[in-house]
């Protein structure tokens, strides 16, 4: 995990946390085609019991580079905590493989939403609690006049950034990368795990708990663009979703019905732009071809 420095409002309240970060590669024996005896490094994989007031959630599978920003990301995203102020502590111990979480006044609908549960398209424990399409008509992203935009030349920035930025999937890959980054192309934040749906739920704690608002920022993703994908990043209040890879029907439903700016099978130089309400401006046409 890696993060630009950041000045925003401070929080009003900001939860008691472990700093209880694995190591993100292990180094393994291997043999090649000749035989010959040789080391390389493979991602780290642990389970993460999550607790929420004494009682058993579910268990991540993860890569442990940020597991407390991980568990209140997934809480937020979940919609099974409305704001930090609930959460009073997140303490994750790895030799129990469990993260403990206690709040002022326990979890949202817990029992509706362990009742309906919606199994997604994500790696490892993608599901979402309750009805994956309830109450999308209040994620809706505003488009002001004088709202945000995205430039075509800030865009082909994103992934070039990104090509350059040191990362676990360079080397040893096995994980999908998310990244936040500012309308002027400025890296905020960039999470690796084995999941991509982990990497967006850190990313969605970080933003919490530093106070970080999302409706002037990009989301990027290695990861193809789902239901699940969309929705959480319109849950973060996120209006710009770009990926190197590709789209789902219903994850290019969802966005136009939230009026969501989607971009697939992005490069430095290639994209297509699936749906925008009218915030992406293109300003290199042609460019691509110098």
């Given at each position: ?31 090649d ?12 994989e ?6 929420v007031d ?68 994500g790696?490892?424990s ?16 505003p ?27 360079r ?13 002027d ?8 795990d ?10 969605a ?13 990009i989301?990027?993703t ?36 939230v ?8 490069t ?23």
């Amino acid at each position: 995990m890696s993060a630009a420095p950041l000045a925003p409002a401070a929080p009003r309240h900001r939860p008691l946390l472990t700093d209880a970060a694995r190591p993100a590669t292990f180094g393994v024996s291997t043999r090649d085609e000749r035989g010959e005896v040789g080391q390389v490094r493979i991602a780290g994989e642990h389970p993460l019991t999550l607790y929420v007031d004494r009682r058993e959630i579910l268990t991540l599978m993860t890569l442990g580079a940020a597991p407390e920003a991980l568990v209140i990301g997934y809480l937020r995203n979940q919609r099974l905590i409305g704001s930090l102020d609930d959460i009073l502590s997140v303490q994750v111990d790895w030799s129990t493989q469990a993260a403990a979480v206690r709040t002022r006044g326990g979890l949202l609908d817990l029992d509706a939403k362990l009742a309906h549960r919606t199994k997604t398209t994500g790696c490892g424990s993608g599901t979402m609690f309750g009805d994956l399409m309830a109450d999308l008509d209040t994620l809706g992203l505003p488009l002001r006049d004088d709202g945000p935009r995205l430039r075509q030349s800030t865009l082909g920035a994103l992934a070039e950034a990104l090509r350059h930025h040191e990362t676990i999937y360079r080397e040893a890959g096995a994980v999908h990368g998310c990244a936040l980054f500012s309308l002027d192309g400025r890296l905020l934040y960039f999470v690796e795990d084995v999941g991509r749906h982990n990497a967006v739920d850190a990313i969605a704690g970080l933003m919490w708990l530093d106070g970080v608002d999302g409706s002037d920022k990009i989301f990027y993703t290695t990861g193809r663009l789902t239901s699940e994908m969309v929705i959480k990043a319109a849950q973060m209040g996120v209006p710009f979703l770009v990926s190197r890879s590709g789209l789902t029907q219903m994850g290019y439903e969802i966005a136009c019905q939230v009026g969501m700016t989607l971009i697939g099978r992005a490069t430095a130089r290639r994209f297509l732009l699936f749906n925008d309400p009218g915030r992406f401006v293109f300003d290199a046409i042609g460019a691509q071809d110098s």
